[in-house]
């Protein structure tokens, strides 16, 4: 059975920092490209990072791209999240989530498996 | 950046209803289009991938269609526990973007 677990979220003030780990089970983690998924309270989903298989390809939306960034430890069967420079708009439940495909840019990935989130409120 | 909209934003409908979904892309993506499902207090699920086709386990009430710009989520007898939001997703583009969603609720 595929499982995934984020950890590290947590209350943080603005300007600092916070880690997000993902925890994998069930299905060869070093296969698959993996993304973060965020979820603002009572809004929708947006798209955080992306990182292909042997971390060869990485991406990020403009709206963190210099202040997060994307790492997996395939020996360890995890994904993380370093966040820096937090905002009170990063305020979010932030998503693991396991792709279809070995490379994270490749065109017609889905998104087949989902953690339960960790949430990560940014406030002063 | 392609920008997805879905209509309507909300919808309300009887157990046992036909329920369509629209999502529109702002450019061609293709047929990289997927559609999931989310509960409140829960994770989303991959419903559709590729626009039409219908991940494992995911009841054949559940259908989609569509290649373009414009796209469809289709359950074809409500059940109770349909009751969610539903967001598209493209996967044409690197920058990746969902939908605003639709919350089908109970009439």
């Known amino acids: 059975e595929v499982q995934l677990v984020e950890s590290g979220g947590g209350l943080v003030q603005p300007g600092r920092s916070l880690r997000l780990s993902c925890a994998a089970s069930?299905?060869?983690?070093?296969?698959?490209?993996m993304h973060w998924v965020r979820q603002a309270p009572g809004k929708g989903l947006e798209w955080v990072s992306g990182?292909?298989?042997?971390?060869?390809?990485?991406g990020y939306a403009d709206s963190v791209k210099g202040r997060f960034t994307i790492s997996r430890d395939n020996a360890k069967n995890s994904l993380y999240l370093q966040m820096n420079s937090l905002r009170a708009e990063d305020t979010a439940l932030y998503y693991c989530?396991?792709?279809?495909?070995?490379?994270?840019?490749?065109?017609?990935?889905?998104?087949?498996?989902w953690g339960q989130g960790t949430l990560v409120t940014v406030s002063s | 950046d392609i920008q997805m909209t879905q209509s309507p934003s909300s919808l309300s409908a009887s157990v046992g209803d036909r329920v369509t979904i629209t999502c529109r892309a702002s450019?061609?993506?293709?047929?990289?289009l997927n559609w999931y499902q989310q509960k409140p207090g829960k994770a989303p699920k991959l419903l559709i991938y590729?626009?039409?086709s219908l991940q494992s386990g995911v009841p054949s009430r559940f259908s989609g269609s569509g290649s373009g710009t414009d796209f469809t989520l289709t359950i074809s007898s409500l059940q109770p526990e349909d009751f969610a939001t539903y967001y598209c997703?493209?996967?044409?583009?690197?920058?990746?973007?969902f939908g605003p969603g639709t919350k089908v609720d109970i009439k």
């Open positions: 069930g299905f060869t983690f070093d296969d698959y490209a």
């Open positions: 450019q061609s993506i293709s047929s990289y």
């Open positions: 990182i292909s298989w042997n971390s060869g390809s990485i």
């Open positions: 590729a626009a039409s």
């Open positions: 989530a396991k792709a279809n495909t070995y490379y994270y840019d490749s065109s017609g990935y889905y998104l087949d498996y």
């Open positions: 997703q493209q996967s044409y583009s690197t920058r990746f973007t």
